[in-house]
C-alpha cells in the first residue's frame, strides 16, 4: 500500500503483511474460541447462569458449535468471493474449534445432564431423533478433526477433499439437531439453515463454472 | 384431635428445597408436632403462623400447607418460566412481564351459561375463600418444582357462571396484547390468543385452581398475574396464565399447543410417564433445585403427577395413550 498522498507528512503505513493479517487472524478465532467456554465455567462456578445452569451451558455449548461449523462452511465460500485465498490457512483451526464445542456439548449433555447415566444416554440416542441427529452430526466429525493434520491431508491426497465434504452432511445434521429440538421458537434454527444453504449455494455456483462445457 | 392421613401423593419432605421464608414454619411445625394436621386431598395442613404474615392478599383464608411439601425458591418459581408472549426464553418472562399491566383486570364469561358478562378481576376474586395449596408443577419439558400457590377452586367460579346442562367443556383465553407484550426479535406464530381448555369435571375437581397469589404475596407477573388456572394433575402448559376469558362450550374447545403441533401435545396432556412426547421420554423429571451443583436432582415421573388417587377416576375407561 502507498502512503496517502492526501495527508502530507503523514508516516507511510507498513504495507499489508498477509503472514501477519492471517496470524492476527489466527489470534481473534483463539480468542473467540476460548471466550465462551471461560465465561461459561467462571459463571457456572459463581452460580451465575440461572435456574437451570446445566440447560444454558449445553444450549450456550450446541450455539458456539453452529457458529464454528458455519464459519468453517464460509471459508471456501468466503474465498470465492473475495479472492482472498490465504484465507483457507484458518479454516482447520475453525474447523477443529467447531468439533472441540461439539465434544463438550455432548461431554455437558452426557455428564451434567444425564450423569453418565449410559442406559438413558443410549435410549436417547436411539429414540429422540434430535439427539440421533445430534449424535450423528458429532460421529461424523471425528474423521474429520482426526484427519486435518498435514501428514493425513497428503497421505489422503485427491480423497481429502472427498472425505472433508463430510462437513456439509455434519453441519446440516446439527442444524437438524437444532430444529427438532425446539418448541415452536424455530427463528434461529431457520437463521442457521439459511445460512448453510446460502454457504452451499455459493460453493454450487462456482462449482458449475468450473465445469467445462458439453458440446 | 384431627388424625393426619398420608397420601401416595404427597411428597416426602426429604425431596424438596426449602424456602428462606419457610424456615420458621419448621420451628412452628416442631412446636404443633403434637396437635397433629388435616389432610385435604393429599394438601391440607395445619395453620400457618409465619406464612401466613406475609403480606396475605384481602380475603386470604386459612392456608393449606401440608408439613411434607416443601416448596422451591420463590427466585426459582420466578426466574425460570414458559410465557412465549413475553419470550421463548425460561428468563424472558422475568426480564419483560413487568409491562404487563394487570390493573385493572376484566374477565369475559361467555358460550353455555346462566351468568355470562364481564367481571372485574375484585368481583370474580372476592366470593371466594383464599386459600394457599403447595402442589407439584411438571412442565412438559421434563422438569418440575413443588409451588405454593394461592388461590381458590375454580369450581367456585364456574358454579356462580351456572353453565347449562348442554355445556360440557370450558375454554380459556390469556391475554393477548402486543402494546404489553412487543415482540423482540421473533415470536413463534402459534395462533395467538394463547388458548387452553378442560372437560367440565376436571375443571369443577377440587384440586383446580384459580390462582392470584404465589407464597403468599400477589402473584407475579411472570407467573401469569393477575389470574392463572392451575391443574396439578396436567402438563404445565394447560395451567394457562393471565386469563381473560372464559367459555363454556359443548365442543371439546380448540387449545394453542395441540393445535400447532397435534401429534405432540394432546388435549387432555395429562402427566403420565407411561406416554411418551414423540421427542423425548415423560419417564423421569429434573426436579429444579437450586441447591444442587447442576441446579436439578432426577426423579421419576408419577401418573397424573402423584394426583392419582384423587383424579384417575375422570378417566376411568379412557385409553390414555390415544387420548394424551
Known amino acids: 500500500m502507498k502512503p496517502d498522498p492526501a495527508v502530507p507528512g503523514a508516516r507511510p503505513r507498513r504495507a499489508a503483511n498477509p503472514r501477519r493479517q492471517i496470524l492476527l487472524l489466527k489470534t481473534a478465532i483463539w480468542a473467540i ?74 461431554l455437558a449433555y452426557a455428564g451434567m445432564d444425564q450423569l453418565f447415566a449410559l442406559s438413558y444416554i443410549l435410549e436417547d440416542v436411539r429414540d429422540r431423533r434430535y439427539i440421533t441427529a445430534g449424535f450423528a452430526g458429532l460421529v461424523l466429525m471425528i474423521p474429520l478433526a482426526v484427519t486435518s493434520t498435514r501428514g493425513w491431508i497428503r497421505r489422503l491426497g485427491k480423497r481429502w477433499q472427498r472425505l472433508h465434504r463430510l462437513a456439509y452432511v455434519a453441519a446440516g445434521l446439527g442444524v437438524l439437531h437444532y430444529f427438532w429440538k425446539v418448541k415452536g ?31 | 384431635m384431627i388424625i393426619r392421613i398420608s397420601k401416595k401423593s404427597d411428597i416426602p419432605s426429604s425431596e424438596i428445597t426449602p424456602e428462606s421464608a419457610y424456615i420458621n414454619r419448621r420451628k412452628f411445625l416442631g412446636a404443633s408436632a403434637g396437635i397433629g ?83 372485574a378481576l375484585e368481583d370474580f376474586i372476592t366470593p371466594s375463600t383464599i386459600e394457599d395449596r403447595v402442589y407439584r ?33 370450558v375454554a380459556f383465553e390469556t391475554l393477548w396484547d402486543p402494546e404489553q407484550m412487543p415482540e423482540r426479535l421473533w415470536r413463534p406464530r402459534i395462533g395467538w390468543p394463547y388458548r387452553e381448555g378442560l372437560r367440565l369435571d376436571e375443571a369443577l375437581h377440587p384440586l383446580t385452581l384459580m390462582v392470584n397469589g404465589l407464597y403468599g404475596k400477589e402473584l407475579p ?48 396432556s395429562n402427566v403420565n410417564p407411561d406416554v411418551r412426547h414423540p421427542r423425548w421420554s415423560q419417564s423421569r423429571e429434573k426436579l429444579i433445585d437450586s441447591s444442587k ?18 383424579v384417575a377416576h375422570l378417566y376411568e375407561g379412557m385409553d390414555l395413550k390415544k387420548f394424551f
Open chain 1, 33 to 106: 474460541g476460548l471466550a465462551p467456554i471461560l465465561w461459561l465455567s467462571v459463571s457456572f462456578f459463581q452460580r451465575n447462569l440461572g435456574i437451570n445452569p446445566v440447560e444454558k451451558i449445553i444450549h450456550i455449548q450446541g450455539r458456539w458449535t453452529l457458529v464454528f461449523l458455519l464459519a468453517a462452511m464460509a471459508v471456501t465460500p468466503i474465498r470465492r468471493l473475495t479472492g482472498w485465498n490465504r484465507i483457507i490457512q484458518v479454516r482447520r483451526l475453525v474447523g477443529l474449534f467447531a468439533f472441540a464445542y461439539a465434544c463438550i456439548h455432548f
Open chain 1, 185 to 215: 421458537d424455530t427463528f434461529w434454527p431457520l437463521v442457521a439453515a439459511l445460512t448453510l444453504a446460502g454457504l452451499f449455494a455459493v460453493r454450487l455456483a462456482y462449482r458449475k463454472k468450473r465445469l467445462p462445457r458439453k458440446k
Open chain 2, 37 to 119: 394436621a388435616a389432610a385435604f386431598l393429599g394438601v391440607g395442613s395445619p395453620d400457618m403462623g409465619p406464612f401466613h404474615a406475609a403480606s396475605p392478599l384481602p380475603g386470604a383464608g386459612r392456608p393449606r400447607t401440608p408439613q411434607d411439601l416443601e416448596p422451591n425458591t420463590f427466585e426459582e418459581i420466578t426466574t425460570y418460566n414458559n410465557f412465549y408472549e413475553f419470550g421463548t426464553g425460561k428468563e424472558d418472562p422475568s426480564k419483560h412481564a413487568h409491562a404487563l399491566v394487570t390493573k385493572p383486570w376484566t374477565i369475559k364469561v361467555d358460550g353455555l351459561c346462566n351468568n355470562p358478562g364481564d367481571y
Open chain 2, 137 to 169: 408443577f411438571r412442565c412438559v419439558e421434563a422438569w418440575s418444582m413443588v409451588i405454593p400457590w394461592r388461590g381458590f377452586p375454580l369450581a367456585d367460579v364456574i358454579n356462580r357462571a351456572e353453565p347449562n346442562t348442554s355445556a360440557r367443556y
Open chain 2, 221 to 268: 407477573n411472570q407467573n401469569g398475574a393477575p389470574l392463572r388456572l392451575i391443574v396439578p394433575w396436567k402438563y404445565g402448559f394447560k395451567s394457562i396464565k393471565s386469563i381473560v376469558r372464559m367459555t363454556f362450550t359443548e365442543d371439546e374447545p380448540p387449545t394453542t399447543w395441540a393445535t400447532q403441533t397435534p401429534g405432540e401435545y394432546g388435549f387432555y
Open chain 2, 293 to 310: 451443583l447442576f441446579g436439578y436432582r432426577w426423579q421419576e415421573t408419577q401418573f397424573l403427577n402423584g394426583y392419582a388417587d384423587e
